[in-house]
């Protein structure tokens, strides 16, 4: 039997720059913001902070941000591509030299003289929250755009949710609600998880800017008996390509026309008022886009 040639690996060295900036972004969110207030970013990190709580100052968080993580991403590795296995162990080692370095070096005279209170807001759990939860997901969201993730958590949900049954997103979104809940028990008060699902919803959020981008991609499809003239015009408008698909009407049993094209939200106003223009009847349909790719390919010269 011929062997199959393994597929030849691609790092690109300025993803490791990125990976460092990101890694140390995350570390700082955590620990400056979100850690010292009790407030967790959720998955393994945010499990981190809190067995970090409780350990000797031999063992901080920033050995179980390395003890937690890498199992799961070298158990995994046959599930995921060698790039992103890569890109993910060194932004989490990054992340926690950096927070090993803001704990343990930088701010160690002020968290053993200060131990619940931030450096950078006191003892705000607002603002604790809210830019603790904003950098953290920067930090988390830089990390995908060069390749890599943060947090092992989802790599674990891989690996159990065909057992359990359940979704990739319920996986994490459990295992978020029993760390939550976990610190409400422990803490004796169900104040701090609550800032700390802020904390985590903020992150989301910052993690789909980050990824997405602010101006997302809007794909109208518009279902038409008049498609020859619908798509001059729109042509002609954006100056776009537009793909044209035969269709016929269940009910009706008449032929028409799909006709698909890309714009942003800034057009969606104009694509609106054509379609209504020449053709009252036609379905519009209008969906969000998170990535365009051969976005050239698509504009006429």
Known sequence: MEKKEKTPINLKPLNFLGLLIAGTINAIGVCLFLAPLNIYDGGLSGTSVLVGKFTPPFLPMSVFLIVLNFPFYI????????????????????YSL??????????SDFFSNNPSISPVVGTDTVLGSLFGGLL???????????GGALDGVEVMALLFHKRLGITVGT?????NAVLFVTAALIFQSWVLPLYSIVAYFIGLKTI?????????????????????????ALSEEFKRGITLIDAKGY??????????????RFEITKLKEIVSRLDKTAFVSIMEVSEILGASKMYRK
């Open 75 to 94: 158990i995994g590795h046959k599930k995921i591509a060698k790039e992103f296995l890569i890109y993910s162990l060194f932004a989490i080692g990054v």
């Open 98 to 107: 950096a927070a090993f370095l803001i704990n343990g070096v930088i701010f």
């Open 136 to 146: 953290s997901g920067v930090g988390s969201g830089l990390v995908m755009r060069f």
């Open 171 to 175: 996986f994490v979104m459990m295992y």
């Open 208 to 232: 789909d800017f980050i990824v997405e981008g602010l101006d997302k991609g809007k794909a109208a499809l518009i279902i038409t008996e008049n498609a020859e003239a619908l798509a001059s």
């Open 251 to 264: 009910y009706s049993g008449t032929d028409k026309e799909v006709l698909y094209i890309v714009v942003n």
